[in-house]
């Protein structure tokens, strides 16, 4: 460890001839009039030998990576860091499925963009085809029966004159029978005229109600066609429901009539190959079936995910029940603080509202804390881990704080870089004057002020280039002695 830590600090050397613009024992710069009094406390530090100037140029900042970070004011005792990971909300995804078997014929590839309406895939069913059949046998029932219930109301228009006819006869009947009657009670008339008009009276009876009974014959049947076509009716209305979801079209869509070759025809008629298309935008996320492959009943084809519908879900501790309660504010912060070639900023954060979740875990001791950012940022993947942070006193003061990673030991002390505001091309070296830590951020009770900048990445190789306590680069006899200096 200890060669390993020579070579480093000899290849930091080697690498950096023009970084101490004064050693700990020679002089420093000499601040001007006008600087404050915290640049006056740096100065008077550097001619005590406890900080040093360091000057990073363009090119030194280029070669060793050196960002910054600026000083902010954060309730650091008051903020609860918690893990987490983004994840999909529940209703982000859609699962296309096959209604009925078939042949697949896919439209797309997995992770297309699709918009709202277009089309997915292909599906050549026969059961489809078998459905269209029971669609037609049902509009011929209803199209007989329609036609059998027109024919009932001549029918009966017929019936009730044929009645009405048969009325006039019975009274014409009656009205010569009880003249006959007068007449043989007077003494006249003759026997056979009484007696076959009483005759005549009995058939016009008999008649009467032979067309009464067809009547209601004709009646009853015409309520049987009436029933039969509100139940055809109703098949026609199920199974146009059913094609409905089948091809995914509105009813209207499929029972409007169309014009084609064999005339008006209704919309499922023209449908011989199932076409799905996409009932929201997205982006296909796997894909359940090969192209061409058969496909059973309710087999997965696809699903596509809205990407930007995101929550952050994040593992709190029982033991921070106390503080925790839905309505906190959160903020989702990028997943590490500090390392060279970070690809997300540090101000890259997402805030919200945290809500917490049903049920802990007790073998962990942990329960899910759930937050849906306001505004989600770019770098922002489900399955990403970041971390969670909850203010859970937001009256507190906010204090000055800086990344914990700006901070190295040299030996036993806290060191820290702050830019030099009046000159930003020169790097103070600071003893830090640390308070207390959220495991990302750390408060500074002095030596820094609002508008200040540390250095964040680089400030290791920094503070090995300043140190000194750390022993300079050297070289190993062959009797396992070390000497400093390359010979």
């Known amino acids: 460890m200890k060669l390993m830590h020579r070579a480093t600090t000899l290849a930091i050397a080697a690498s950096l001839p023009f970084l101490l613009a004064a050693c700990s024992g020679g002089s420093s710069p000499t601040s001007s009039s006008d600087e404050s009094a915290l640049d006056n406390r740096s100065e008077a530090a550097a001619k005590a030998g406890d900080t040093d100037r360091v000057a990073i140029p363009a090119a030194v900042r280029s070669n060793l990576g050196i960002s910054f970070a600026k000083v902010e004011r954060r309730r650091v005792e008051q903020t609860l860091r918690v893990p987490g990971r983004f994840e999909f909300l529940p209703s982000a995804r859609r699962e296309y499925l096959t209604a009925i078997p078939g042949r697949v014929e896919l439209l797309v590839e997995q992770f297309d963009h699709v918009k709202e309406g277009q089309a997915l895939y292909r599906l050549d069913s026969p059961a489809w085809r078998d459905m269209q059949r029971q669609l037609v046998d049902a509009a011929s029932q209803i199209e007989r029966l329609e036609t059998r219930i027109a024919a009932y109301g001549p029918l009966l228009i017929a019936h009730q004159q044929h009645e009405d006819s ?148 994040a593992s709190g501790i029982q033991s921070d029940l106390g503080v925790l309660r839905d309505g906190l504010s959160g903020r989702i912060v990028p997943p590490t603080p500090t390392a060279t070639g970070r690809a997300v900023p540090m101000t890259e954060t997402m805030t919200g509202t945290i809500s917490i979740g049903l049920a802990g875990d007790p073998n962990a001791r942990t329960l899910d804390l759930f937050i849906v950012p306001d505004d989600l940022r770019a770098w922002a993947r489900s399955g990403v881990s970041a971390q969670l942070e909850i203010i859970t006193d937001e009256t507190a003061m906010p204090e000055l704080a800086i990344p914990l990673a700006a901070i190295q030991r040299d030996g036993l002390k806290p060191i820290l870089f702050r830019r030099n505001p009046s000159d930003p091309n020169e790097a103070i070296r600071m003893e830090a004057d640390l308070g207390l830590d959220d495991g990302r951020w750390v408060a500074i009770l002095s030596g820094l002020r609002d508008g200040d900048e540390v250095v964040l990445d680089g400030s290791f190789q920094l503070m090995l280039a300043t140190s000194g306590s750390i022993q300079k680069g050297g070289h190993f006899h062959a009797d396992g002695t070390f000497h400093e200096g390359e010979d």
């Open 166 to 313: 048969l009325r006039e006869s019975m009274a014409v009947w009656n009205a010569r029978v009880e003249q006959l009657q007068s007449l043989r009670e007077a003494g006249g008339g003759r026997v056979n005229e009484l007696t076959q008009a009483r005759a005549s009276l009995a058939s016009t009876r008999a008649d009467l109600a032979g067309v009464i009974e067809k009547k209601a014959e004709l009646q009853a049947a015409q309520q049987q066609a009436e029933a039969d076509l509100r139940a055809a009716e109703s098949l026609s209305d199920y199974l146009l429901a059913s094609a409905s979801s089948i091809v995914s079209q509105p009813r209207e869509e499929l029972a409007r009539l169309a014009d084609s070759e064999e005339g008006a025809t209704p919309g499922w008629a023209l449908i011989s190959i199932i076409e799905v298309k996409a009932t929201s935008a997205g982006v296909i996320e796997t894909l359940g079936v090969t192209n061409g492959a058969w496909a059973d009943e309710r087999a997965p084809v696809l699903t596509t995910v809205e990407p930007d519908r995101l929550r952050f879900r």
